[in-house]
């Protein structure tokens, strides 16, 4: 059944109104889950291109365009429940995953298989108070920064409070406190003591990091 992919696709990034915990934002709970992920074998033999339009984003490639004709098509046509569309993030290509660049030249260099692991999600805002550390590790890239572990403290906090938002090592921090497309700057302003709003793009804990 496509069910579940589907009426995730419809849903839209509903505001809700937080609450606090110990200290703790706590955002009102969801019926469907932030980010689904699943994988996927498309069959390259008898198609002259993969037939998708992606774009590289740091840790991911993001599905631009699924085109009419081509191996990407007939994949979505014998498996609706599967199904690859715009805006899905593909975390890993053959096995090759952290690095958007090398992700896309498997996609072009691989043989007849493509095995992709897919995710889709919605991004939500995390509320926490750094004082000091954040617990967290991140690596960062040109426009995005990545968790790369989370550690005893704000994150680890936020995670115990908010089930259905956790921060898992392979998400992107997008943007902190109106700062983003900079990976530097965002990460600056992870280290800096205060409030901070962040913007996070989850991606199943599958990504690369």
Known sequence: SSAWLEGFAMLGLKCCA????????????????IVLTWSVCVNKEGHSAVGMSLMPQDNVLRI?????????AAFNNTN?????????FITSVNGVKGFAATMLEEVHQSGELLRLAL???EEYECSVFRDGSLGGTFGVFLKTVVVKAIQ????????????????????????????????????QQLRT?????????????????
């Open 64 to 72: 631009d365009k699924v085109d009419g004709e081509g191996a990407a």
């Open 119 to 121: 995710a889709r999600s």
């Open 80 to 88: 609706e429940g599967k199904a690859m569309q715009a805006g899905d």
């Open 152 to 187: 005893k403290g704000p994150l680890e906090d936020w995670n115990k409070v908010n089930k259905d938002y956790t921060i898992q090592p392979g998400d992107l921090v997008m943007e902190v406190n109106g700062v983003k497309n900079d990976g530097l700057r965002i990460l």
């Open 193 to 209: 003591d205060g409030e901070l709003q962040i913007r996070i793009r989850p991606l199943g804990g599958v990504a690369g990091h």
């Open 18 to 33: 937080p609450s606090t915990l110990g200290g703790t934002v706590k955002l009102e709970p969801r019926t469907e889950p």
